[in-house]
């Protein structure tokens, strides 16, 4: 018998039917409450409105991230997705989140630091101005996008919370709603879905919590209202929709691990050396470069090994993949 194993996405292609067209998407906006109040960095009562909906956001570009690749178009970022969570195919989030609520939005943080407790999503981002950074997405599927993310520096929210020094990894884990996500009523995957990243991997000044993209919030199929990312890591490592944040001494479970632990380990680092045991990581598919993208080489740590091969020093790669 064959078991046919899920994996972080299918490379099947979008039927045209689960396509959520941009003025589709545009006109379901609806009219949002203009007042992202001042102060805190544009967020006030409007944050993240009705279900599908997403908002506009005070964001300030940061050239330091940037890359020479154009951005992909919101029609591609926002409508080829992984989130199993809203179904396997890539158009399923788009076409099964609408019914999603990503406000109001409560963070539980907790474990090793000195200010635990539940927070709403304003009082975590109080005083943090939203960067725009560009990052290349480089799922482990071997295709890859660029993203231009809006967002906050990981460890400026992280630091907040005084994490003791024994924190040594920090946990994430996304929101179990059943009722809203179809896909947790389906045995693919266990729930909710949990990421960690070592402390030191999470105060990376690379390592941003995500809580939009092109200037607004976060569409409910990208992860609304925060989500992570690691640009020099694989995508599945970027949790969506994150509803508790945990600091350990213990380095935490992560949902694809536990899933196939020979195929998906806990670092994910981008590596075009280590193959996945079922196909090469040697190279990516470009989404939106022509029908059927164009393969390039992909770089190691995604193109951030001047910036983060350090946390790595000594360590083998092939190993701790
Ligand atoms: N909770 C949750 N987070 C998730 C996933 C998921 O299925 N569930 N998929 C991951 C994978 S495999 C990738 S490639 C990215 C995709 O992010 P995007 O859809 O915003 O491009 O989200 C990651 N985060
Ligand atoms: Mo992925």
Sequence with gaps: MLIRRPRPGDSAAIRPSEITSESVYL????????ALA?????????WV??????????VQRNPKYSLSDA???????TTYNNFYEFGLDKGAPAANSSRFKPAPWTVSVQGEAEKTGTFALEDILKGHAIEERVYRLRCVEAWSMVIPWAGVPLADVLKQFKPTSKAKYVAFKTVLRPEEMPGQRSGVLDWPYVEGLR????????SLLAVGLYG?????QNGAPLRLITPWKYG?????????IRFTEKQPPSTWNISAP???????NVNPKVDHPRWSQARERKIGAGLFGSRVPTLMFNGYEKEVASLYQGMDLKKFY
């Design 262 to 268: 020979h195929e998906y380990g806990f670092y994910a």
């Design 27 to 34: 006109n379901r906006r609806k009219l949002l409450q203009a």
């Design 199 to 206: 402390i030191d991997e999470a105060m990376h000044p690379l």
């Design 38 to 46: 001042a102060g805190v960095a544009g967020i006030g009562t409007g």
């Design 49 to 58: 409105s009705e279900a599908g909906a997403v908002a506009d956001l005070k």
């Design 216 to 220: 607004k919030t976060l569409p409910n």
């Design 71 to 77: 951005p992909n178009s919101y029609e591609d970022i």
């Design 236 to 244: 599945f490592k970027g949790i969506k929709s994150i509803v508790e």
